[in-house]
């Protein structure tokens, strides 16, 4: 079973979903392990709310120029810095329209408020 395909102790790469970094202390963590004990060489992280704050992004910027953060998709729904933005590693996705579907749907179904 050791030579099986697609086994993480066999991947060169991985990807990481995160709901929420904040000082990507926990990103960093994650990120290590994998190369330490996976060996993971490439990783790609997806992050739902970054909230960008100074040590995130010197962990994200320090893990990058190590070569193992590949790049970091994160969402619209927490202001980020321009410094931040442009990052090559960062790009974003626009969840506007996602999140004023679902407060629309939500306000419809309460009506004028929730019950």
Known sequence: MADRPGRLDQ???????????????T????AQ?????KGIQELHV????CLGLPQAQERLEA??????????VITNSVP??????ASPYVHTLDVA????????AIHGAWGSGPP
């Open 11 to 25: 991947a060169r790469g991985g990807t990481l979903v995160l709901d929420t970094v904040g000082t990507g202390g």
């Open 27 to 30: 990103l960093e963590a994650v």
């Open 33 to 37: 392990l994998l190369v330490e004990r």
């Open 46 to 49: 997806g992050v739902t709310h």
């Open 63 to 72: 893990l990058h120029r190590a070569g193992t953060l590949a790049r970091v």
């Open 80 to 85: 980020q810095t321009p410094e931040f933005l």
């Open 97 to 104: 329209e996602e999140l004023a579907g679902a407060v629309a």
